[in-house]
T-cell receptor, first 112, second 116 residues
Framework: GQQVMQIPQYQHVQEGEDFTTYCNSS?????IQWYKQRPGGHPVFLIQ?????EVKKQKRLTFQFGEAKKNSSLHITATQTTDVGTYFC????????????FGEGTQLTVNP | DTEVTQTPKHLVMGMTNKKSLKCEQH?????MYWYKQKAKKPPELMFV???????INESVPSRFSPECPNSSLLNLHLHALQPEDSALYLC???????????????FGAGTRLSVL
């Protein structure tokens, strides 16, 4: 079945450092989404990427979708303590109906 | 308003109990989902309802029984659960119509379930 690998599993940074998490799918995706889950919270939708090579920015967050639509990344510039949480990518194939396949997540901690 | 409301927030039940989890959304979404999430793991899909009909059951044990009484409500009936069923149960909703918006899932805050 479809798999979405996400690395790293954990990342500890000092406040002000950059952070990147990567997702790689075993199959071509129709789109990929990113969610953030704060400790004790629930997944919150961040962004959806659809086009090959697409790059989207949200303030300090930059999201990329690979040319082959099989990989994606989330980069945070100058992390802040409010960035703490687990970041999940979730991929969707054309033939998967409503299913999203979640990556394992990257848990980010930021030391002030 | 992108709110999905889940009740109760916390639930402790014995293995012989019967309980229900409830989920409500008023965004006009016609697809609703149940997920199970263990600590430090991603959400794991259990069921999908589309237009109030069960469209996906990910081989979930029959001690979990979903119900969609109308387009705004989704229930998960629990009976004879096992301690390993303890987890965060998340409800989500999305638009099943055409267009890119259909893929975006909005999650509720979840019910934290403990089975003793």
């Amino acid at each position: 079945g479809q798999q979405v690998m996400q690395i790293p599993q954990y990342q500890h940074v000092q406040e002000g450092e950059d952070f990147t998490t990567y997702c790689n799918s075993s199959t071509t995706l129709s789109n990929i989404q990113w969610y953030k889950q704060r400790p004790g919270g629930h997944p919150v939708f961040l962004i959806q990427l659809v086009k090959s090579g697409e790059v989207k920015k949200q303030k300090r967050l930059t999201f990329q979708f690979g040319e082959a639509k099989k990989n994606s990344s989330l980069h945070i510039t100058a992390t802040q303590t409010t960035d703490v949480g687990t970041y999940f990518c979730a991929g969707k194939r054309e033939t998967s109906g409503s299913r999203l396949t979640f990556g394992e997540g990257t848990q980010l901690t930021v030391n002030p | 308003d992108t709110e999905v409301t889940q009740t109760p927030k916390h639930l402790v039940m014995g293995m012989t109990n019967k309980k229900s989890l409830k989920c409500e959304q008023h965004m006009g979404h016609r697809a609703m989902y149940w997920y199970k999430q263990k600590a430090k793991k991603p959400p794991e899909l259990m069921f999908v309802y589309s237009y109030e009909k069960l469209s996906i059951n990910e081989s979930v044990p029959s001690r979990f029984s979903p119900e969609c009484p109308n387009s705004s409500l989704l229930n998960l009936h629990l009976h004879a659960l096992q301690p390993e069923d303890s987890a965060l149960y998340l409800c989500a909703s999305s638009q099943p119509t055409s267009g890119l918006a259909k893929n975006i899932q909005y999650f509720g805050a979840g019910t934290r379930l403990s089975v003793l």
